[in-house]
């Protein structure tokens, strides 16, 4: 191929005569807002994306001072910031402000300065528009707070039905509740229990359930504990008549309803144990027990003594 064919490559020119029209075309593309500032704060240029939100319409962006391109409200906060930028401490910070066309944007902006021989002779701008970050992160914050006052407010309510209940049980006179673990040892002891059984809840925490049965009573049958707890685990409830502890006080008769407390996915959480004091009962039913077997030899004496004066009857006759 010849020489003068017009398909033959040309040597590329040097580098400095084609740097600024490409760099200056590389600045334009860039979605970051860029610019240049001397040291006295007067702007020597700005790319395409800082031009359209900085540049007046009747004046161009080049040979503008810096304090007029910042809105009066933002002067106070960024005219220091640039100051300092020309002292070489370079500046990193977010501000929001309005667009020519009344939008609001909120940037992300660095000044860097410029420094030559170690001197400051200007500083660079950079902004990024970060206003979609922005949203989103608001729309987050937003959420995260939403999220956070349903929680708080569900925590309330939680929070205040765990009070009715636990004022409920505590207030419980000839009853009391308390709870325990699959192997009968007590978790939660309430005031109720407390008052029932005159016994603390330092005593009574981590003890097994057989500390409140009293062996010891006439008559008392002790209980098999294991069987019963391991019925209401098995069968979902059980139940025990006898006699409890009352500490440093007589014993007392009780009727004693194991339940055991599955969650929703049925994994057993424990049992709860509701005894309810029956020794006013139980004294009366001793008492009705007593006078009807005093009744029933009274009626048997008497009726010995009518079948002898029947028989005295039948020998006179």
């Known amino acids: 191929m010849s020489a003068s064919s017009p398909f033959t490559p040309t040597a590329p020119g040097p580098l400095e005569t084609a ?35 900085f540049e ?14 910042v809105q009066a409200d933002k002067r106070d906060t960024i005219l220091p ?22 939008e609001r944007i909120h940037v992300e902006v660095k000044y860097t300065p410029d420094i030559r021989a170690g001197k400051v002779v200007g500083m660079f701008v950079s902004l990024h528009d970060i206003t979609s970050h922005k949203r989103i992160e608001d729309l987050v914050l937003e959420t995260n707070r939403d999220l956070e006052a349903r929680m708080q407010e ?9 009070q009715r209940f636990r004022l409920m049980v505590d207030g419980l006179q000839d009853y009391c509740i308390y709870f325990l673990d699959e192997l009968g040892h007590i ?14 809840a330092t005593l009574a925490l981590r003890q097994h359930v057989g500390l409140l049965m009293d062996d010891t009573h006439p008559g008392q049958q002790p209980p098999v504990l294991a069987q019963l707890i391991r019925q209401a685990i ?13 500490q440093g006080q007589t014993a007392f008769w009780a009727h004693t309803t194991f339940t055991a407390l599955r969650d929703n996915h049925g994994r057993l959480q424990g049992l709860s144990v509701i005894t309810k ?32 004066a029947n028989r005295d009857i039948d020998a006179f006759s």
């Not at 370079?90 to 667009?99: A, G, I, L, S, V």
């Not at 569900?154 to 765990?162: C, D, H, I, P, V």
């Not at 309430?190 to 603390?200: I, K, V």
């Not at 098995?234 to 009352?246: A, H, I, Y």
Request: a negative charge; glycine letters at 6%.
């Open 19 to 53: 740097a600024p029209e490409l760099i200056r075309n590389v600045a334009d593309h860039s979605s970051t807002m860029l610019a240049y500032f001397d040291n006295q704060l007067v702007c020597r240029y700005g790319n395409a994306s800082y031009r359209k939100v």
């Open 187 to 200: 978790t939660d002891w309430t005031d109720s229990a407390q008052r029932l059984h005159n016994l603390s």
């Open 277 to 308: 004091d029956m020794t006013a009962h139980k004294r009366l039913e001793e008492v009705m027990n007593t006078l009807n077997q005093e009744l029933e030899k009274r009626v048997n004496a008497r009726s010995r003594e009518l079948m002898v």
């Open 234 to 246: 098995d069968n979902g409830q059980s139940e025990l008549d006898g006699w409890q502890t009352r």
């Open 56 to 69: 007046q319409p009747d004046r161009p962006l080049e040979g503008t001072q810096f304090e007029s391109l």
């Open 154 to 162: 569900r925590s309330t309510r939680l929070f205040e039905s765990e």
């Open 81 to 102: 910031r640039a100051c300092a930028a020309l002292t070489g401490e370079p500046q990193d910070f977010e501000y929001e402000r309005t667009t020519h066309g009344g």
